[in-house]
């Protein structure tokens, strides 16, 4: 008889966001009294910019005639070399030299926050900051390495506490268990904070002292406004030895329908005399065929300086919102972080209730979705997430809403 992977048997419920997504299906099944605005999950709602449709147009049209048909992209493991010029060049605009062939482009940095683990051994010890974006935890208990589930906690992660008391940047590792894999999101999610450069080289030196590696999700780094907040990790001393950076275009650009992403393995980064950038390319070239090529052209164009123009202007858009809400709830009263160099806003429910029970009440009584902390993990009870990625005038309504509720 065939045996199954009994890891997903261990993993608690479901997904974070289709519980929301059940639990508002049954809210708007009762009529609720007045639209519902979602303010849950960070899916973007503004149109692609202008300098993109056009290259998807012209890319399409190339589809139909055979002199300029593409089939299956024959260059670096799917990935067409004006993409990969274009992100090898945008980092070099910063001061950072990654080669061309460091770069692989792929569908979504939250697959490749999962699928990076095929190329480590499910024996190694896996740090995760607390709270944390769920992928990370649930495809590491997927793959065995995060033990059994206790309720709270996964036995065998090590769980980094991100509090407001130490600014939800985590302190380095207490005792013995050393990680081997450490993910770190800056900008975070669900946080909304942003690590510094001095606050890096501490995990970066860690990290080359016990031959571990960080696994850097860097999705958000556009939104970063602060002056001397770094948008690479790579921008950090030591850092291509030690480091994975996983960046998106979802969220920068607009691409969730869309689908494109890129990781950043360093040729210098080894491990067991392994390069981890063979690997990945190893694993790549079996499992994924490339993003398509119309898609890779689209996401070209967002580095053309039309592209920049236009996706900047729809960052300022969302950051907008983010003042928004970020203002108008601590005028209620509320606790709020975040809404700064991030999309999100982490916001600390009243008078000690419940995430879930808070999720319930805007809900219910202001028709206005959110995302409990508690599905980021333990440090995450007590507070509620935000985005700012929703319509203007419906992020004005929710947060009138909601102040009218507290």
Same mark, same amino acid.
């Not at 060049?89 to 792929?106: L, P």
């Not at 999100?344 to 429910?349: L, N, P, S, V």
């Given at each position: 008889?065939?045996?199954?992977?009994?890891?997903?048997q261990?993993?608690?419920?479901g997904y974070?966001f289709?519980?929301?997504?059940?639990?508002?299906?049954?809210?708007?099944?009762?009529n609720?009294?007045?639209?519902l605005?979602?303010?849950?999950?960070?899916?973007?709602?503004?149109?692609?910019?202008?300098?993109?449709?056009?290259?998807?147009?012209?890319?399409?049209?190339?589809?139909?005639?055979?002199?300029?048909f593409?089939?299956?992209?024959e260059?670096?493991?799917?990935?067409?070399?004006?993409?990969?010029? $274009?992100?090898? /060049?945008?980092?070099?605009?910063?001061?950072?030299?990654? *080669? !061309?062939?460091?770069?692989? +482009?792929? &569908?979504? $940095?939250?697959? /490749?926050c999962?699928n990076?683990?095929?190329?480590?051994? *499910? !024996?190694?010890?896996?740090? +995760?900051? &607390?709270?944390?974006y769920?992928?990370?935890?649930?495809?590491?208990?997927?793959?065995?390495r995060?033990?059994?589930?206790d309720?709270?906690?996964?036995?065998?992660?090590?769980?980094?506490?991100?509090?407001?008391?130490?600014?939800?940047?985590?302190?380095?590792?207490?005792?013995?268990r050393?990680?081997?894999?450490?993910?770190?999101?800056?900008?975070?999610?669900?946080?909304?904070a942003?690590?510094?450069?001095?606050?890096?080289?501490?995990?970066?030196?860690y990290a080359?002292?016990?031959?571990?590696?960080?696994l850097?999700?860097?999705?958000?780094?556009?939104?970063?406004?602060?002056?001397?907040?770094?948008?690479?990790?790579?921008?950090?001393?030591?850092?291509?030895?030690?480091?994975?950076?996983?960046?998106?275009?979802?969220?920068?650009?607009?691409?969730?329908?869309?689908?494109?992403?890129y990781t950043?393995?360093?040729?210098?980064?080894?491990?067991?005399g392994?390069?981890l950038?063979?690997?990945w390319?190893?694993?790549?070239?079996?499992?994924?065929?490339?993003?398509?090529?119309?898609?890779?052209?689209?996401?070209?164009?967002v580095?053309s300086?039309?592209?920049?123009?236009?996706?900047?202007?729809?960052?300022?858009?969302?950051m907008?919102?983010?003042?928004?809400?970020?203002?108008?709830?601590?005028?209620?009263?509320?606790?709020?972080?975040?809404?700064?160099?991030?999309?999100?806003?982490w916001?600390?429910?009243?008078?000690?209730?419940?995430?879930?029970?808070?999720?319930?009440?805007?809900l219910?009584?202001?028709?206005?979705v959110t995302?409990?902390?508690?599905?980021?993990?333990?440090?995450?009870?007590g507070?509620i997430?935000?985005t700012?990625?929703g319509?203007?005038?419906?992020?004005?309504?929710?947060?009138?809403?909601?102040?009218k509720?507290?």
């Amino acid at each position: 008889m065939v045996k199954i992977n009994d890891n997903f048997q261990k993993l608690p419920g479901g997904y974070l966001f289709p519980e929301i997504g059940r639990r508002v299906r049954a809210f708007s099944a009762e009529n609720p009294p007045m639209p519902l605005i979602r303010l849950g999950i960070g899916d973007v709602t503004q149109p692609l910019a202008p300098a993109v449709i056009e290259a998807m147009k012209k890319a399409t049209e190339e589809m139909a005639h055979k002199e300029t048909f593409r089939g299956y992209c024959e260059e670096t493991c799917g990935a067409y070399d004006f993409l990969r010029f $274009a992100i090898r /060049d945008s980092y070099k605009a910063t001061g950072v030299d990654i *080669a !061309d062939d460091e770069i692989f +482009v792929s &569908d979504g $940095a939250k697959s /490749d926050c999962g699928n990076i683990g095929d190329i480590f051994s *499910a !024996d190694n010890i896996v740090a +995760v900051c &607390d709270p944390v974006y769920p992928v990370y935890v649930d495809t590491s208990a997927m793959a065995g390495r995060a033990g059994d589930f206790d309720g709270e906690r996964w036995t065998k992660l090590v769980y980094l506490p991100c509090t407001a008391e130490n600014g939800f940047f985590p302190a380095l590792p207490q005792g013995d268990r050393i990680p081997d894999l450490i993910y770190i999101c800056s900008p975070n999610n669900p946080t909304g904070a942003a690590a510094t450069k001095e606050q890096l080289k501490v995990w970066v030196d860690y990290a080359n002292e016990h031959g571990s590696v960080i696994l850097y999700d860097s999705a958000y780094e556009a939104y970063i406004t602060e002056p001397g907040i770094p948008h690479s990790i790579y921008e950090v001393e030591g850092a291509k030895t030690c480091a994975i950076e996983f960046r998106s275009f979802s969220k920068t650009a607009g691409f969730t329908g869309n689908r494109c992403a890129y990781t950043v393995v360093p040729k210098a980064l080894e491990r067991g005399g392994a390069s981890l950038n063979a690997m990945w390319n190893r694993r790549q070239g079996t499992k994924f065929n490339g993003v398509p090529y119309v898609i890779q052209r689209a996401a070209e164009a967002v580095y053309s300086p039309d592209g920049q123009k236009q996706t900047m202007e729809t960052i300022a858009y969302y950051m907008n919102n983010a003042r928004i809400i970020k203002e108008g709830l601590s005028a209620a009263g509320l606790t709020v972080y975040g809404g700064t160099n991030a999309p999100y806003i982490w916001a600390r429910t009243p008078d000690g209730v419940g995430s879930w029970d808070f999720f319930d009440l805007l809900l219910k009584k202001a028709c206005v979705v959110t995302t409990p902390g508690a599905g980021f993990g333990p440090s995450g009870e007590g507070y509620i997430r935000l985005t700012a990625f929703g319509d203007a005038d419906a992020t004005v309504e929710a947060v009138e809403r909601i102040k009218k509720v507290l």
